[in-house]
């Protein structure tokens, strides 16, 4: 089966936990703090791969979740950070966010890695807040927590040439004779329903061919198997445009042809400026005489209006006439070609965790409330119970200008402060 689009939830591991532990021995009955600190939580990882070429894979199985970091224990250890999660996905698949369709990254090459998530941060144990004047701290930090995530995953094929065509013109018998491939075939349209791959063997070298269902006319307003899978050879660097010249379904050759290249103009002008090798099929099914009148008028008509006239060869997959030459002509266009490049990416901060938006609203009963990425932050080490860990939360409001802040929206003596689940009233 296959699947070219797909949404899939993503999270990263959370911070494990930092402890509370002070040293004993039977010589030590009160030894120092020795709280380790918590592991990071694991990460999530993409690469790509050129095992598969769908994403049907990920048609049931659309949610992952990176490990949680593990707590940290007693005598100064730090707990185990969680496994990291790595995303197979085929090689031409492109990471977007969900919620602006913005390119996060392009799993362009075999084995590219790109890491999406990190985990969160292990906490603190309580050894880490041990100093002169708090020699025993009681208070520990939790692990940093994150968010999940969706983005979408769209397979934009990465090929060197890609087969155009009506249906049932000879695509996939012409991928079938060239490369290691082996496409369903058969005397009807619509054959081939979904894109195939294949591999030409050039000498020393190899180019990646892309055969992809038929286009007819009204492709473009979603006719026939419509544009949809157009986006598996926008990448390609060569366009082989395929037309029945014995025209054995009726049609006319040349008026394939102008509509073939209407439709490619309407799905993108990119597409329609691809370098383009018009290859004629089927030349065994016609009279070596009327063949010769065929491609000339052929050739005649489709360079009557412009002025660019295009590479016109001929084959026959069935007796392999023309095969070798189409396949020289192909890589030494190939040669001059550059590769696509990259589709950009248009979130770098794709992960970026918020520590230090402090927002403040002063609520109906007069009280105030802070919120934001600072104090979801900080409250990860409160023990409201703990004095020790109290005072630490009031001196890092003070520090790092809340306080100031609380103080220039009228926040006087007395007046009641709200930061997530902790409440005091302020006194100067
Ligand atoms: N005589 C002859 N028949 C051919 C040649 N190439 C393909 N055919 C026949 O044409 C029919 C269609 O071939 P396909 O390769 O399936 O055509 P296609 O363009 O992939 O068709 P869709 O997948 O439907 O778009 C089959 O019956 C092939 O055997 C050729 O060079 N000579
Ligand atoms: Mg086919």
């Not at 016109?312 to 550059?338: A, C, D, F, R, Y």
Request: glycine fraction near 10%; include cysteine.
């Amino acid at each position: 089966m296959f699947l070219d689009k797909v949404k899939i939830t993503i999270k990263a591991g959370n911070g494990g936990k930092g402890v509370v532990s002070f040293y004993r021995s039977k010589m030590t009955m009160n030894g120092g703090p020795d709280g380790g600190d918590g592991g990071s939580g694991g990460n999530i990882i993409f690469r790509a791969s050129n095992n598969q070429n769908t994403l049907y894979g990920f048609k049931f199985n659309h949610r992952f979740v990176a490990e949680n970091g593990h707590d940290g224990s007693g005598t100064n250890k730090t707990g185990a950070n969680g496994k990291d999660v790595i995303i197979d996905v085929p090689c031409g698949t492109v990471i977007s966010e969900a919620e602006t369709g913005k390119v996060i990254a392009d799993m362009r090459e075999e084995g590219d890695m790109f890491t999406a998530l990190k985990g969160g941060l292990g906490g603190r144990g309580n050894a880490f807040f041990a100093n002169a004047t708090r020699q025993a701290p009681r208070f520990s930090q939790t692990g940093e927590v994150v968010k999940e995530h969706e983005v979408i995953l769209e397979l934009k094929t990465i090929a060197d040439v890609g087969l155009v065509g009506y249906p049932n013109v000879g695509k996939s018998t012409l991928l079938s004779v060239i490369s290691n491939a082996r496409p369903k075939i058969a005397n009807y349209q619509f054959t081939t329903l979904v894109p195939n791959l294949g591999v030409v063997q050039y000498y020393d070298n190899s180019f990646v061919v892309a055969d992809i269902p038929g286009l007819i006319e009204g492709a473009s307003d979603g006719v026939g198997l419509g544009h949809e899978f157009l986006k598996h050879i926008e990448r390609v660097r060569l366009i082989l445009h395929l037309v029945d010249i014995a025209e054995t379904d009726g049609r006319n050759a040349v008026d394939d042809y102008n509509k073939i290249n209407e439709e490619l103009k309407k799905y993108s002008e990119k597409l329609s400026t691809l370098p383009q090798i018009v290859v004629l099929t089927k030349t065994d099914l016609l009279p070596e005489e009327d063949l010769k009148e065929k491609i000339k008028v052929f050739e005649k008509s489709i360079t009557k209006n412009s002025s660019q006239k295009p590479l016109i060869l001929s084959i026959s997959s069935i007796t392999q006439k023309g095969l070798e030459n189409l396949k020289n002509v192909v890589w030494s266009h190939l040669e001059k070609i550059p590769k696509s490049a990259p589709i950009e990416v248009e979130v770098t901060d794709f992960d970026k965790r918020d520590k230090t938006s402090i927002n403040i609203v002063r609520r109906d009963d007069a009280s105030f409330e802070v919120t934001g990425g600072y104090v979801d932050n900080l409250i990860r080490g409160i023990v409201l119970s703990d004095f020790n860990s109290f005072s630490y939360f009031q001196m890092r409001l003070k520090r790092d200008g809340v306080i100031e802040k609380l103080k220039d929206m009228g926040m006087k003596d007395g007046d009641l402060v709200r930061i997530k689940d902790i409440e005091f009233v302020y006194e100067d």
